[in-house]
């Protein structure tokens, strides 16, 4: 590829941030991995002033192209012209310089820094040195000018995934981002959460900016989106329709093919108690756990449906031992587990399904050989830790990948680069081995898209057909309520008597979720 500097002293006229040429354009893009293709004469054209969807089942191609866009991949062809010039994108750096931010779907922030402290280490990055207390004003500012108050002081780690996901907005603005990428930016938040963020979209198109979202709600897409374009196995197969003249089956057929319709499921009878969880409490500054008591047979799949921020992440951490509770029992096939370690909770036939893979559960940097070795390494299956098998682990894995049909990639991939869906088959891979009794499956379809989705719960159906149980928490009722033959509700950390069979209806459940029971 050719290209003109930044630096040309010649722009040409439509180099005006807000001109006739498109804010982004991507033509003809290749991208290949270990000779696997990911990208094949792709392209992408983003508009000043509109909200541009990118949809696409996971492995399509999306987040590798906004990866190009945004210089963190080279592509091996193709064009990339930003407001009407051919821009060399050589690394994330170009891109900044370019006006290009993007908010990956897992945040770029030091969990232990401030807002103000992250601020100033991206400014640094940038070339731009600030103190903290000016970078605490220009916090203060971009947060108040966008309509949300954002404490610059607040450490990332205490503030909720909201406030973190306004952090990150900020930040990428405040590094002169017009053209601003959102990756899956819903797939965390609560409803009213994800409206407020679809409205400060809408006013950053108003206020000229370029705005590119990555979701696989099609539902957001026809609301807040002036255009669409849709990516299938790493090719542009609708590129830039207008969203007023495009049926959302339409889409749903260009980006997944036929879906199928997934039925409730039925389940057999339930067979032996395998968890118990008697008096369970917790409290952190104020109770977040209150008397939460359940059982769980083997055979069975018992859903918790409720708001997030209601206990549901503590209480997945009580079971994995991450929290030791105040009071109350944990017992796995009778065994008291409420003060054992996380390995031996593991060893005993307890699994989890963690809500964020990639904060608590895989390792990005780590082959996903490797991933997939991690909970078998004590065991001496690998060899002793001194000398590991790098070739027993790869056969293993190869193993691993064929049975769970794990696309876009090989045993020797870096994690990150898999799509969200077949990075969540490799956990389901490692986490269903042999000797599972009770998967815990904090919200497993997360960020999938339809596809994926019925993929990922397939296989948790899989194992309770095979003996095992499920708890199932989740804040989609619709994959609780085709899941589950029971259900409960978590509401400000106490949690409902199960609803079952004509008891069991959307309408019951939302009453308990705002507290109206």
Known sequence: MTHRSLNDASPTPQQTGAGE????????????????????????????????????????GKSTIMNVATGVYGPDAGEIIVDGRDVPL?????????????????????????????????????????????????????????????????????????EQQRAEIVKVLLLGARILILDEPTAVLTGDEARALLTLVRQLSRSGHAVALITHKLQEVSDHCDRITVMRQGCTVMDAVAMEETPVDTIIREAFGEVREAPRRQMAAPGAEL???????????????????????????????????????????????VLRPDSGRIALSGEDLAKASPAHRRRAG???????????????????????????????????WWRLSRRKMKQAAAKSLTAFNVLGGTPSTPAALLSGGNAQKVLLARELAAGTKVVVAHSPARGLDLRSARAVQDLL?????????????????DEIMRMCSAVSVLNRGRLSAPLTGSDLTPNRLGELMVGHA
């Open 90 to 162: 050589r690394s994330p750096g170009d891109a900044v310089d370019a006006g290009i931010g993007m908010v990956h779907q897992h945040f770029r922030l030091v969990g232990r820094f401030t807002v103000a402290e992250n601020v100033a280490l991206a400014l640094h990055g940038a070339g731009r040195r600030v103190t903290l207390a000016e970078a605490a004003r220009l916090v203060s500012e971009k947060s108040a000018e966008l309509g949300f108050g954002l404490d610059p002081n607040a450490v990332i780690g205490r503030i909720s995934v909201a």
């Open 461 to 477: 159906a899989e194992a309770v057909a095979d003996g095992a149980a499920c708890l199932l928490i989740s804040e989609d009722l």
């Open 21 to 60: 040429a498109p804010a982004l354009l991507l033509k003809g893009i290749d991208k290949a991995f270990d000779g696997k293709v990911a990208l094949s004469k792709a392209g992408f054209r983003l508009a000043w002033g509109e909200v541009h969807a990118l949809v696409g089942e996971n492995g399509a």
């Open 350 to 384: 307890l699994r989890i399904i963690p809500a964020d893979r990639f904060d608590s559960a895989m390792a990005r940097g780590l082959t996903l050989a490797e991933n997939l070795a991690l909970t078998g390494l004590a065991d001496g299956r690998f060899g002793p």
């Open 275 to 321: 968890l118990r969880i008697d008096h369970l409490s917790l409290t952190q500054d104020t109770p977040v756990l209150d008397d939460v008591s359940l059982c769980l047979r083997a055979g069975e799949i018992l859903g918790i449906a409720g708001v997030g921020g209601n206990g549901q992440s503590e209480l997945v951490a009580c079971l994995n031992g």
